[in-house]
């Protein structure tokens, strides 16, 4: 046999063996996939961080558990994304992208199917989270933020003591609501506020991650992040006392 043909066999039988190792591969993907699936328990309303990489964070929000089902068995999801034995790429093709809703902060989107809701951050800002929820989760106003929340709500409370800390960018402050006989102390960071006084009433912003629904001073310091401290000269009836979000 001449060279040439000698040669153009070799050529054709390695374009065909490169032919069918694409097909196997996509036929293994795609079985792979068939046989995983997601399984979710639902439950709750608080918003937890559940796995981080090195360039994403990823939330649960209104479920307990998320299930990755290989048919044989069964790993929950952050420890299967820890292993290398499902990437976000899966679990999105896994839930699907039939029902898709965009947001106009830079790209965001999210996708979800009849058990579970993905909400894929692409901001302007450059937050590129993960929220995981139920299949009706909406986005909340904290998501795809750089500190993630669900919700904001103001308490006023007269400030009646102000004490130093012995880590100067900390105050203790001795509060008070209206009509309420109970005073707590607690310990806020300075520059949210570096003109506060003695004496007078303050606006306290609060982001809720749905950890409690208490109303009491304590509970609210101790479960919520305190965004913001602005004075007020409201009175009484006036002042500004929001329910502890949700």
Known sequence: MPKKQIFG?????IVLSLICMFIYDEFKDEKNNHQKKLIVEKGGSKLSLYYTDKNHHYYVYGLRKIIVDYGDHDLELDKALEAKQITIDEVIHLIGNDNKLSYGDGGSIKINNQDISLLQCHTT?????YYFGPSNMVKKEGFCQEEAYICTFTKTYLVRDITESNDSKYIYLTLRAFQDEEVFTVKVKK???????EGKSYEFTFASI??????????IFTNHKLLSIIATDKEGLEQVNESVCE
């Open 210 to 219: 749905g950890n409690s629904k208490k109303e009491d001073i304590e509970s």
């Open 191 to 197: 520059s949210l506020n570096p003109e506060i006084e």
């Open 9 to 13: 066999s070799i050529i054709i039988l």
């Open 125 to 129: 800002n450059g937050n590129r989270d």
